[in-house]
């Protein structure tokens, strides 16, 4: 077949992710970036000798890194370079206590048995395997799949059998709360619905798939930052043979007469024409912008939207606590109740609970001499449900974060800060202010998510955390992979 050109809007991951699997088709393949450097949400914040990673901080599930890159021919060692973080958290609890979330098997069980109980521990690797199940399930049928209807559910009638087996429709919060009977073991291992964007005692058990990727299959870092993993996906996508273009900001998708995308127009009103065009802005923000006369699908105008995030970039000068790692967890005692407080009644939690990473731990270039990073962040209330003046409220959350990190024994003589609110979240052009799109509600999940192809668009695919699958680093790899699987069915296949 004959080379053919696709346009990628946005040099985020999925987009990346999507533009190495279609060059390694053997199309031509240029990528339009509106920033100065690759990345989109995982962006690149350098501020008074201090370098911030914007984004995601936590890197899981390697292997589907590793496929982008071979789609393309190239390997991702010669350009990314990961570290395995062992222990992966360290997370401390309202009582004083803490526990070590360790990627090794037995280290792991070892730290029950000696911080929670011999019961726990032997019931650690029944867990386990219960977790690697439905994984094994979950990702090969319904996360790293297209769908076009819900009926495609039925095309795997034996792995929803094996779902429905492993209790998958259950909810999560109670089976954890099944195999452990230490409370600190239930938050450990179900905080990650907080990546789908719901209280553990709502998600479905299904998502204890983000508890495998995350603390079993391992949490890694790359070298030099979290953006060296965009860095090294851009590099590579050059050296494969297509263009990428930074300071080039998307007007709109244009279209032919019978609908049909046939490129796109620059601001500036510079047009490419394109064979297939991939858009990766968050969907509801798509349709308005770069889609007019477009309507967006009914589940991105009015589905359920994550919880955001308080997100406090601090260049501090000073030592360390003794205790900590490069990502720690401090829950607070009201963990339910905080859930209600982001989700229902849309105020910030009153007991909060807070991620704290400390990247100049692996990466000690990002702060000058005698100085640290740190990435200080607090689930808050989306723009949808909270009603919350930010421009009075974010200075008194400020506040009640730098009165915990002095509580804890964090370094506060503060160099550079930068603090990301909600309102920041959506003058991104993050629908809702949230970085974490769309809820994982049952009904916004697999075929009921909005799909990355819209039929009265053909050439038109979407990536990214709001389209199929979902949020998270592994979602959005899969998602490039998804988007780049409709543009060769629209091509008529790879070359």
Known sequence: MSRQHVVVVGAGLSGLAAALHVVGAGHQVTVLEREAVPGGRNGLLEQDGFRFDTGPVVFTMRRLLEEAFAAAGRSASDYVS????????????ADGSRLLVHHDRDAMRAEIARECSAKDAAAFDGFVAWL???????VPHFIDANFDTPLDLLRHPVAAAKLLALRGFGRLGPEVASWFDDERLHKVFSFQAMYAGLAPAQALALYAVITYMDSIEGVWFPEGGMHAVPRGMAAALVDAGAELRYGAEVSRVTRRADGAASGVELVGGEQLAADAVVVT????VAYERLLPGLRAPRVAR???Y???????????????????????IHFGAAWDEAFVDLLERGRPMADPSRFVAIP??????????????LYVLEPVPNLAVGRIDWAAEAPVLRERMLAFLREFGYPTDIVTEALVTPEDWAAQGLAAGTP????????????????NVDRRV???????SGTTPGVGIPMVLVSGKLAAARVAEHLGGSR
Do not use: I, M
């Open 281 to 284: 802005a968050d969907l509801p």
């Open 360 to 373: 100049t731990l692996d990466v000690a270039d990002a702060a000058p001499a005698g100085c640290h990073t």
């Open 458 to 464: 053909p050439g038109l695919v979407f990536a990214g």
């Open 302 to 304: 009015r589905g359920s």
């Open 436 to 451: 974490f799109a769309l809820s994982h509600a049952f009904t916004q999940t697999g075929p009921f998510r909005p799909r």
């Open 306 to 328: 994550s919880p955001s995030a308080l997100v406090w970039h601090l260049g501090v000068r000073g030592d360390l606590p003794e205790g900590v790692g490069h990502h720690n």
């Open 82 to 93: 990961l570290r395995l973080v062992d222990p992966a958290y360290h997370t401390f609890f």
């Open 132 to 138: 690697k199940a439905l994984n094994d399930v979950e």
